[in-house]
């Protein structure tokens, strides 16, 4: 059984389109996350929401939406796309996320490629 | 800004002996954890080390951390093939709503 799930796995869309990415968590949890995964490695987090609240909001721009319709999904949408946006995408799930970090559980990630 | 350096960037060993990965942080924090990811995957969590912890096992896998210097290390004995991977630490910082900060990474390739 899939813990978090994302879909799709693989995103290839024109400069301009608008695109979403699913995520959903079967463990219980309380807060799901967003990450960025730029070429070099480096992982962001772009968001955060608890019970559907937003908690983390990094510096994104904002045709980054994230929607949190119960606490299971966190979905993520993109306006406008632009080729740097191009990066694979992360959700993640973890126990609580109210206080100090705790063990987060990760997708398996949505390569988006912007054209 | 970025919290977790880990150094070296790139580290290749013969199966069998050990890797050691080092990782410095900048301010406070509550935990450090250290995550793997094969190529391609999401991240898998190793192990969390909390602040008031100096050391930690976990199979293969030992943590260290020193509050002082504001460093951790990953010992992975007895190395595998399939532990070729890239290693991140991630700290952790003390308050409400925090959120983990990723190191670059470490790219380990463990040769047969």
């Known amino acids: 059984d899939t813990a978090v799930s994302q879909t799709p796995k693989y995103l290839v869309t024109q400069m301009g389109n608008d695109k979403s990415i699913k995520c959903e968590q079967n463990l219980g949890h309380d807060t799901m996350y967003w990450y960025k995964q730029d070429s070099k490695k480096f992982l962001k987090i772009m968001f955060s929401y608890n019970n559907k609240e937003l908690i983390i909001n990094e510096t994104v721009p904002n045709r980054f939406s994230p929607k949190s319709p119960d606490k299971a999904h966190l979905n993520l949408h993109i306006n406008s796309l632009e080729l740097g946006d191009s990066a694979v995408y992360f959700c993640?799930?973890?126990?609580?996320?109210?206080?100090?970090?705790?063990?987060?559980?990760f997708g398996p990630g949505t390569r988006l490629t912007v054209l | 800004s970025q919290q977790g350096e880990e150094d070296p960037q790139a580290l290749s060993i013969q199966e069998g002996e050990n890797a050691t990965m080092n990782c410095s942080y900048k301010t406070s924090i509550n935990n450090l954890q250290w995550y793997r990811q094969n190529s391609g995957r999401g991240l898998v969590h190793l192990i969390l080390i909390r602040s008031n912890e100096r050391e930690k096992h976990s199979g293969r896998l030992r943590v260290t951390l020193d509050t002082s210097k504001k460093s951790s290390s990953l010992l992975i004995t007895a190395s595998r093939a399939a532990d070729t991977a890239s290693y991140f630490c991630?700290?952790?910082?003390?308050?409400?709503?925090?959120?983990?900060?990723f190191g670059k990474g470490i790219t380990l390739s463990v040769r047969p």
């Open positions: 991630a700290t952790g910082q003390t308050g409400a709503n925090s959120k983990l900060t």
């Open positions: 993640a799930s973890s126990q609580d996320g109210r206080g100090p970090a705790d063990t987060q559980y």
